[in-house]
């Protein structure tokens, strides 16, 4: 009988050497004679773990990880095709605790399907969202998602629904929905993971929109440095046409829908949505000032749904399940789960989905074990670069949109990036000022030169020079970028530098640095 | 007198018929749906700080000054990126407001130099403005941080320089190129703090820039300002004037320091132009104060005589002696007159005044006779006016635009802005012209079909577009049933559907694709409003009144005259084509085109004039050089023309010139035609006087005086007194006196008067009773012949063939720097972009011969040869070769022929068979030539300064 061995696809187990442990798999299992099959899953997830292999036996899937290709020859020893004992043994996939604990819904079949296989796909689930939906109206479509309460995960958590409502309603033909998958915020990579491990999820999510709103076409801007999602992309998009799910009659319905995927220009700015459709439209990646909303005026100036990539695919886990069976999940008007990345200075980590309403301290010690380096956690950063700065005493906020604003911060994206005690403050208050002054696109003066003389202010406190006066100036900076800037690149900076002047101003009051020059 | 400066409401104005109610400041206004809360504000008088935004240029939302407060709103909101809605009510001031204003301001200074008081922009600074009415007191930033001071200067563009060290980043220059001019040359390079403005990547001059001077005048600093303000200072003054140059007619400011020109605005009030220039009428002023300009009168005996400089009276009273002796020995039909199409029609009306009442015949004729003279025919007979039925505003309401023989991006820069911009816009574009034109593609323009042509073969496109309508059943029945002759219809109908029509029977004479032309002719006749705009590549030719007619019929049959986006336009050449046409210039008919022999319309004439008038036409332009070479025509006044650079076959007409023995130039400069002239009278440039200009869709527009006649006396002061010497008195104090003789003599103008003028701005004849403020839109009642009457207009096509010696067809044109003959823009910095004249061929024709870019080639036609510098370029068609005709040393018109429109006379300058052959001299004609006007334009030193 034949043996699955899965071993992920998933980039990041590619940069840890996936690619070589299956071939070696494959190669030990011809010399041993065994007759494997493997299948090149998605990641579960588990940062740390990977290369995570796993193989089907009896008792269902069991890991082994991280796997290295000097491990293979020993694995096979131990009799790893029937879930023989060894160090890097884990168990049944699904009981680790790091993965039990969490509650998939946007990720249930990410690292468990083949991700180019529709017949996984379906096996798993797959359409019977999409099936339901084409036999509902529009209005009913939109209003599901509305009632489910999903919000935008890609950084702004608008809900969802009421964006598509927009679009329904706008007169203008033709619509666009276009997928924002430029997954710029450092620390994230849930949308990546996603589109590699499951991308018929996307695609599923981005056809009910259109058919939901009535758009013919859907794009896809991925990131330009992801080049394997673009391959397992085009790959799934090809075979979703090839089975009738794409073209001109959507799973044989009378809706047309089909889906081109656009490589983005490699600026962080292009991921905020207008920026994002001048440089689909083929210009420069400027911000458009708002109204008009994209939903009304959006790419080549037609109503548009634009969403997140986890927006999208959680869409087809609402129409599958219904409404309300979403919106159990969560907390006060944060609904559903959330896909926590958890990155910087932890022991463990990766990918964790859960239901709104978990503390920052949980997902730090439960999840990640603490910090690698065993020293004490300091800070936290929420939400990617233009997230606030935790202190300690504020890590039992929970996962929750408003608690998370009440604390001055933002979830944004769903990175949560630990520090330990070695980190310095003023330095990252400056660093946020530095990446506001080098993603900045230029357009409007608070982030233009604002940015720059914020950098330019801060190394002058750093400094010592006038600190009492620059704290002021910078307070001012702070205020004009906040209310002046025309996106949130500029109007959000000032939240980590104010959360760092806030809540750790000792690092920008240590005596100046010795000039070493002159 | 003060220096005018035009309001900016900050946004673009809006058409909806939906109002809305806004209270700013607690003041209440209505305004239509879809309006900015900047332009509301400012409409109830109040200012909101700006910078990015400019009423003409789409909001943008960069500079972040105009943020405002609105009840029951979060934030802070920009008032030009934010429409009004319903009840608003919106705060611009508050303590909250003008900190972060002075926020924004404090940032932009932080990287600016602090020398407000050496620059040029001194007092016309919108950021010093700002800076003041913010408060900006400090920058606690400092100016030690990074910034661009040190940026260096690009003054290589010879009208204005660009100094990035002041650059605000505003984008408005950006903009400007793009929405208002559309020729997307600039671009914001680099992201962030490092964005900066630039011509795409190189120095202006070498960039795509055409120097319309649109993002010049939209510069809020002094990064980008004119060479002449920062050389010469601000101005004091301003007078509302009207370009010389082209039939598009633009408004302008001509803003003064004392008697000097500092800069030449665009005005915004302008209807022809609505705050928008090219860079003949922006920059290419400078001629006026050119050296070469003549002041003083001069005549001599010979033409081999050095000329003698006399005074005014000298020179009138000799040159009336003259005419007065040549009528007496060779009868009174020996002398006649030219008027100029960039004279003033107060200008032109005097002197076909001067020709009829004081020579007593009618042997007036003028240079439109070379370049529209066929569309007056065409359309009068079709339709019932001899001129274009539309505003230029129209074509903002068609959807599918037909340009042909015309190439509006060079000769007529503000409509093709007007035009680029409605293409942008979505409507649709046929071009027929033998060469690829810039229209048909350029950025963010294309062209849906491009029927390339050959020349000479105008008509028979023009029928099988018309065949396409007629056989697919295309035809708009009611609305042909109710505004056309219906015999000349039927007559018309049975011809254009016969086989030898069809586009598939001419796609050989013509070669278009018969494809092509079919579609072109379904999307002309289906598109929805349909409009045509033309040029001389449509009336130089033997059938050039049978084209214009072809047009009309086309226009008609589809029902596509008559109201706004559609109709039939004539791009006028010269800046007064149409003036002078409408005020009686040509030797058949007085003004407002009717004929000498109807005796009502003479007799008014002769009442009015107190004198007998001449019955018959008198002789076209043509006709007195034949005469003149014949010996029975002698004497000239030819004012503002050049005649043997601009008319064909220039060998002809210096023979005839040298044959004649009194000929007086009025002009500014000692032209080609003057080589042969006896008296010179000085002319006045249009800043020197008062007059009319009427542009292309039949505007009338006040061209007002900035400074005094340089030589002392305007021109029509000048043909006032050259009359007064001949025994035929004319009395006028001011050239209003003379429109308001012309408005009695005229009905088309009856209404027309300088009061008026001043008023309105400018008015669209006909202006009357029934249409008291004038006329946009033509024939929206019906056609004013009465019925509207299809013209049967077979293909002929013209004698001039191509054969085994001249194998190739010559036409000709114009480019954007350069004007006509040249004479004025020669004489400015223009000559950096078109130095010389240049002979524009295909590779393959460039190949066979063994020519490369840049080698001196001769062309020979059956009439003469010339040589120039050729120019290979994959915009001609193989078989065709271009040239223009601004430099009187290339002579384009040597090699033109004598053909001519059968109706009218117009040469065919756009088809010659030539020959094309590399060379190492110029020809035999240009040398010799070159050697008469050295030996025949001396100007002796005046005796006193003599030795
Ligand atoms: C500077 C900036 C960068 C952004 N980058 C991303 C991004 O990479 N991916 C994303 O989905 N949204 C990004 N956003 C948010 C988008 O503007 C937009 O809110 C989102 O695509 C809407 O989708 P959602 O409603 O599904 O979240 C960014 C916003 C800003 C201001
Ligand atoms: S805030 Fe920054 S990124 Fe956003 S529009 Fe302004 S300059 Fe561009
Ligand atoms: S002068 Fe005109 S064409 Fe040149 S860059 Fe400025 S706006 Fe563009
Ligand atoms: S050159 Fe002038 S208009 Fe252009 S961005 Fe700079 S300041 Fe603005
Ligand atoms: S030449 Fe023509 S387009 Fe240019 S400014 Fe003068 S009237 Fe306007
Ligand atoms: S004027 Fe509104 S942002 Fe500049």
Redesign the interface.
């Known amino acids: 009988m034949t043996t699955r061995i899965y071993v992920p696809r998933d980039a990041a187990a590619l940069s840890v050497g996936a690619d070589d442990v299956a071939t070696r798999i494959a190669a030990e299992a011809a010399a041993r004679g065994d007759d494997i099959a493997i299948v090149r899953n998605g990641s579960r997830g588990m940062c740390w773990l990977e290369p995570l292999v796993e193989v089907e036996t009896a008792e269902g899937r069991v890991a082994y990880g991280p796997v290295s290709v000097d491990d293979v020859a020993r694995l096979f020893d131990a009799g790893i095709l029937e879930g023989g004992a060894d160090t890097l043994y884990l168990g049944p996939t699904e009981a680790i605790p790091y993965f039990a604990r969490q509650q998939r819904l946007t990720f249930a079949r990410c690292g468990v399907v083949d991700p180019l296989s529709i017949e996984d796909y379906r096996a798993h689930g797959g359409y019977e969202g999409l099936q339901r939906a084409l036999s509902m109206a529009r209005e009913e479509i939109v209003a599901e998602v509305t009632d489910s309460g999903l919000r935008g995960r890609g950084g702004a958590g608008f809900p969802t629904g009421i964006k598509w409502q927009t679009v329904l309603d706008a007169p203008a033909e033709p619509k666009y929905i276009v997928c924002n998958a430029d997954e710029g915020d450092s620390g994230t990579f849930a949308d990546r993971m996603l589109m590699e491990g499951d991308p018929f999820t996307l695609i599923e999510g981005m056809t009910m929109a259109g058919v939901a709103v009535g758009a013919t076409v859907g794009y896809i801007y991925l990131r330009s440095e992801y080049p394997h999602a673009h391959r397992t992309l085009r790959e799934a998009i090809t075979t979703a046409r090839e089975h009738g799910y794409l073209g001109p009659s959507v799973a044989g319905s009378a809706h047309p829908f089909d889906i081109e995927v656009r490589l983005g220009a490699g600026?962080y700015?292009c991921g905020e949505e207008t920026a994002l459709l001048e440089s689909l439209e083929g210009r420069?990646g400027l911000i458009r000032?708002?109204?008009p909303l994209p939903a009304v005026s959006g790419l080549f100036g037609q109503p548009t749904v634009v969403n997140n990539v986890l927006s999208l695919a959680t869409v087809p886990v609402i129409l599958e399940r219904g409404a309300e069976a979403y919106r159990e999940f969560g907390m006060g008007r944060s609904r559903g789960t959330q896909p926590v990345q958890l990155a910087g200075n932890v022991k463990r980590g990766g990918l964790i989905e859960l239901a709104f309403g978990v503390t920052l301290r949980e997902l730090i010690e439960n999840y990640g074990g603490g910090t690698a380096s065993g020293r004490p956690v300091r800070a936290v950063q929420v939400g990617g670069p233009l997230g606030a700065y935790f202190p300690d005493s504020l890590l039992d906020t929970p996962l929750d949109y408003e608690a998370i604003a009440a604390a001055d911060g933002l979830l944004g994206h769903g990175g949560v990036v630990v520090f330990d005690d070695t980190v310095d403050l003023a330095s990252q208050a400056r660093f946020a000022m530095a990446f506001c002054?080098?993603?900045?696109?230029?357009?409007?003066?608070?982030?233009?030169?604002?940015?720059?003389?914020g950098v330019?202010?801060i190394d002058r406190i750093v400094a010592g020079e006038e600190r009492t006066?620059n704290l002021e100036?910078l307070d001012?900076?702070n205020?004009?970028m906040t209310?002046?800037?025309?996106c949130a690149l500029g109007g959000l900076t000032p939240i980590p530098v104010r959360s760092a002047l806030q809540h750790f101003p000792e690092d920008f009051s240590r005596p100046a640095p010795v000039a070493t020059t002159g | 007198m003060t220096l005018i400066r035009e309001a900016d409401l900050g946004t673009p104005a809006i058409k909806s018929s939906v109002l809305l109610t806004v209270e700013v400041d607690g003041k209440t206004v209505m305004v239509p749906e879809g309006t900015s809360v900047m332009r509301a504000a400012a409409l109830t008088g109040v200012t909101v700080p700006k910078l990015c935004a400019s009423d003409n240029l789409e909001p943008f939302g960069s500079c972040r000054l105009c943020l405002v407060e609105i009840e029951g709103r979060r934030g802070t909101p920009a008032s030009c990126t934010t429409p009004v809605e319903e009840g608003m009510r919106v705060t611009t001031q508050t303590p909250d407001l003008a900190s972060l204003r002075r926020g924004v301001m404090e940032l932009y200074i932080s990287d600016h130099p602090l020398d407000c008081l050496t620059c040029p922009a001194n007092g016309d600074c919108e950021l010093q403005d700002m800076a003041g009415a913010v408060g900006l007191r400090e920058v606690r930033y400092g100016y030690d941080g990074a910034n661009h001071l040190d940026a260096p200067v690009d003054d290589s563009n010879p009208y204005f320089d660009f100094d990035p060290s002041k650059c605000i980043v505003c984008s408005r220059c950006v903009r400007a190129c793009d929405e208002v001019q559309g020729t997307f040359a600039l671009n914001i390079m680099g992201r962030g703090f490092d964005s900066t403005v630039s011509a795409g990547g190189t120095a202006f001059v070498d960039s795509e820039c055409v120097s319309c001077g649109a993002c010049v005048q939209a510069c809020p600093t002094s990064t980008l300002i004119e060479k002449s303000v920062v050389e010469q200072g601000q101005p004091e003054h301003s007078v509302v004037t009207t370009c010389a140059y082209c039939g598009v007619g633009c408004a302008f400011k001509a803003e003064m320091r004392g008697n000097e020109v500092i800069r030449m605005m665009p005005f915004k009030d302008g209807k022809a132009n609505h705050g928008h220039s090219c860079v003949k009428g922006r920059f290419a002023w400078g001629y006026a104060t050119h050296s070469e300009r003549i002041l003083s009168p001069m005549i001599r005996e010979r033409i081999t005589d050095p000329w003698r400089e006399v005074s005014w009276e000298e020179a009138i009273g000799y040159a009336a002696s003259e005419f007065k002796r040549l009528q007496a020995q060779y009868g009174r039909d020996a002398v006649g007159g030219i008027t100029s199409s960039r004279c003033t029609n107060e200008e032109t009306f005097l002197v076909q005044k001067l020709v009829r009442a004081g020579f007593g015949n009618n042997n007036v004729d003028t240079c439109a006779r070379v370049c529209h003279s066929p569309t007056g025919y065409g359309l009068s007979a079709t339709l019932g006016t001899s001129a274009g039925t539309q505003d230029f505003d129209s074509v903002e309401q068609a959807d599918v635009v037909m340009v042909i023989g015309a190439n509006p991006t060079d000769a007529h820069p503000v409509f093709a802005s007007q035009l680029k911009r409605r293409l942008r816009g979505g409507a649709r574009l046929i071009v027929i012209d033998p060469r690829r034109i810039d229209l048909v593609k350029m950025p963010h323009v294309q062209a849906d079909y491009h029927l390339p042509l050959l020349p000479g073969t105008n008509v028979a496109v023009i029928n099988a577009l018309a065949h396409v309508v007629v056989t697919e059943g295309l035809v708009d029945e009611p609305y042909v049933a109710e505004r056309c002759e219906p015999e000349a219809f039927e007559r018309w109908r049975a011809f254009i559907a016969e086989e030898r029509n069809s586009p598939e029977a001419v796609e050989g004479a013509t070669g278009v694709p018969a494809a092509d032309l079919r579609a072109a002719a379904r999307l002309y006749a289906t598109g929805g409003n349909a409009a045509i705009y033309y040029g001389l590549g449509v009336t130089e030719h033997s059938q050039g009144s049978t084209m214009v007619m072809g047009m009309a019929n086309l226009a008609m049959a589809t029902g596509n005259l008559g109201r706004p986006g559609v109709g039939v336009n004539p791009l006028r050449g010269q800046n007064n084509v149409q003036g002078s046409c409408d005020m009686g210039s040509f030797p058949h008919e007085f003004s407002g085109y009717r004929h000498v022999s109807n005796d009502g319309v003479r007799t008014m004439f002769e009442e009015a004039w107190d004198v007998g008038l001449e019955t018959e036409p008198g002789l076209r332009i043509p006709n007195m050089f034949d005469a003149a070479l014949d010996g029975t025509f002698k004497g000239m006044y030819i004012q503002g023309e050049d005649l043997v650079q601009s008319d064909p076959n220039t060998k002809h007409v210096t023979a005839a010139l040298a044959a004649m023995e009194c000929v007086v130039v009025h002009d500014l400069f000692l032209n080609e035609t003057a080589t042969y002239a006896h008296v010179f009278l000085p002319g006045s440039s249009f800043l020197e006087k008062d007059g009319t200009f009427t542009n292309a869709e039949r505007r009338i527009s006040r061209v007002r005086k900035a400074i005094p006649p340089k030589a002392g006396l305007a021109d029509w002061e000048a043909t006032m007194a050259l009359s007064n010497a001949l025994g035929y008195p004319m009395t006028y104090e001011h050239p209003s006196e003379i429109m308001d003789e012309i408005a009695r003599l005229t009905p088309t103008f009856a209404g027309v008067s300088y009061e008026k003028l001043d008023r309105l701005g400018s008015i669209q004849w006909p202006c009357n009773d029934a249409a008291p403020e004038g006329t946009p839109v033509m024939h929206e009642h019906g056609f004013v012949r009465g019925q509207g009457l299809f013209m049967v207009t077979e293909y002929v096509p013209t004698d001039e063939r191509t054969n085994d010696r001249f194998p190739l067809l010559l036409t000709t044109g114009r480019i954007l720097t350069q004007y006509n003959v040249g004479a004025q823009t020669r004489r400015t910095p223009n000559v950096v972009w078109h130095g010389e004249d240049l002979l524009e061929i295909h590779p393959w024709d460039a190949e066979n011969r063994g020519i490369n870019d840049g080698d001196l080639v001769v062309v020979n036609s059956r009439t003469g040869e010339t040589a120039l510098r050729a120019k290979v370029s994959e915009r001609m068609q193989p078989g065709v070769v271009y040239t223009t005709f601004h430099h009187p040393d290339t002579s384009a018109n040597v090699v033109t022929t004598e053909f001519a429109d059968w109706a009218t006379d117009c040469p065919e300058y756009k088809v010659t068979a030539v020959q094309v052959s590399r060379t190492r001299q110029r020809s035999a004609w240009q040398t010799e030539y070159a050697a008469t006007r050295e030996a025949t334009t001396r100007i002796a030193v005046p005796a006193e300064t003599q030795p």
């Open positions: 600026a700015i420069r000032p708002r109204p002054a080098f993603e900045s696109c230029g357009k409007c003066t608070p982030c233009r030169i604002g940015a720059t003389r330019e202010v006066a100036l001012d900076l205020d004009l209310k002046a800037s025309l």
